[in-house]
């Protein structure tokens, strides 16, 4: 009998602790939902909302009055495009393994405006028709993408006005240098000629000075030149094959690297703006190969496909990591923008040790500016 009553009193006290237990994790969990740092709501796979927190309710603007009236049903709540996914494909998914890792959709509030959040629910038993919800609210993270997204097409769009009006410069400014100084010096040539011719004779001083006044205006007039194709070069007007080949050429006046061309298309034609971007990305791609790479061969190679064009720049030299000089490089940088700003892609294929090849698709028939990024690998 004694042992009767104290194994009974053992049970009572076992269940007591047990019961103390019990009391102590709800009390948490009921701070942890109480604390209203993420939105907790209970549903059924019927649509209900069974039970839901403040934050929840602050998220999707309702009352607690509305809630304990049933009037609020996730699926209700659920804008139908969003319903349509859950019901095809997040509600079987989750039925089999009793969980979803969080995804992105949007309530209704209230008011019928939406919300976008961040969910992510479990069943509360293996096959059970009952789980919990965690809702974050991603209307402010949602803004800030979208100002991000706003200024940096800003950005673009900025540079994209900036390459334009720098090539305009650049054009107006040969030209200038072409007609106005190209002339004058042709005349201040010809006048030194001249005196040389009249006064030479008498005063030989003074031819000699005409002389060497005639060969400083021959070299000025080849800096002349030199700056005038630099800035726009000639090669241009004749087609993207001739002004790959001038820049070849120039290239080629240095003897540490070989440069070699290979069009397939000498008669390829190409607008001014696609011609314009393409010599820039060559022109900036050999400067870096002059100046970084200890190549000894480079080859320029430019192909079209039925609808596009596609230009390679690849050197044998010591090759870097994109990645890690992105962020401080500017010819890299330019070439993309450019490229973009024709609805073109550009890759570049470079890691130590391996050389680098710089490739970009051009498409023939872009109209907009629909642009993709830059890929490194
Ligand atoms: N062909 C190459 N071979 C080896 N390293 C290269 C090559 N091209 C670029 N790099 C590396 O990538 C970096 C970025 O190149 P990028 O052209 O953007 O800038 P930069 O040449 O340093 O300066 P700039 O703004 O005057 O062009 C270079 O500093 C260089 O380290
Ligand atoms: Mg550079």
């Not at 008498?202 to 007039?221: G, K, S």
């Not at 607008?271 to 060559?282: G, H, M």
Request: charged fraction near 30%.
């Amino acid at each position: 009998m004694l042992r009767l009553l104290a194994s009974q009193a053992a049970t009572s006290l076992e269940n007591t602790r047990l019961y103390r237990e019990l009391e102590q994790r709800e009390t948490k969990i009921r701070r942890l939902v109480d604390a209203n740092i993420i939105g907790i709501f209970i549903w059924d796979f019927e649509g209900h909302v069974l039970e839901a927190n403040d934050a929840f309710l602050r998220i999707v603007d309702y009352d607690r009055e509305d809630l304990m009236a049933g009037r609020l049903r996730w699926m209700d709540l659920t804008p139908p495009e969003w319903l349509a996914r859950d019901l095809s494909q997040w509600i079987p998914q989750h039925k089999v393994t009793g969980r979803l890792e969080p995804f992105e959709k949007e309530y209704f509030r209230k008011d019928g405006s939406r919300v976008p959040v961040l969910i992510g629910v479990a069943t509360f038993e293996a096959g059970g028709n009952e789980g919990v919800a965690f809702v974050l609210d991603l209307t402010e993270r949602k803004k800030a993408e979208h100002r991000l997204r706003e200024s940096y097409e800003m950005l673009r769009e900025l540079t994209s006005r900036r390459e334009t009006a720098r090539e305009e410069e650049r054009k107006h400014i040969a030209r200038e240098m072409h007609d106005d100084l190209g002339q004058h010096l042709t005349a201040l040539r010809m006048r030194a000629s001249m005196l040389a011719v009249q006064f030479g004779k008498d005063l030989p001083a003074l031819a000699e000075q005409a002389q060497a006044l005639t060969a400083l205006v021959d070299n000025t007039m080849r800096v002349v030149r030199g700056v005038i194709a630099s800035l726009r070069p000639a090669a241009l007007d004749a087609g993207i094959g001739a002004a790959l080949e001038w820049l070849a050429a120039e290239f080629n006046r240095n003897p540490r690297t070989v440069c070699r061309l290979r069009v397939q298309d000498e008669n390829l034609v190409l607008n001014e703006d696609r011609a314009i971007v393409l010599f820039r990305v060559v022109q900036e791609a050999l400067t870096n190969v002059a100046r970084h790479a200890a190549a000894s061969q480079v080859t320029i190679t430019l192909e079209r496909t039925p609808d596009s064009c596609v230009l390679e720049v690849r050197d044998d030299g010591q090759g870097f990591d994109p990645l890690a000089t992105r962020k401080r490089s500017f010819g890299l940088a330019g070439m993309e923008e450019r490229v973009l700003m024709l609805g073109g892609r550009i890759v570049v294929v470079s890691s130590p040790g391996n050389g680098c090849a710089i490739i970009v698709h051009l498409p023939l028939f872009h109209e907009t500016g629909d642009a993709t990024d830059m890929i490194y690998t």
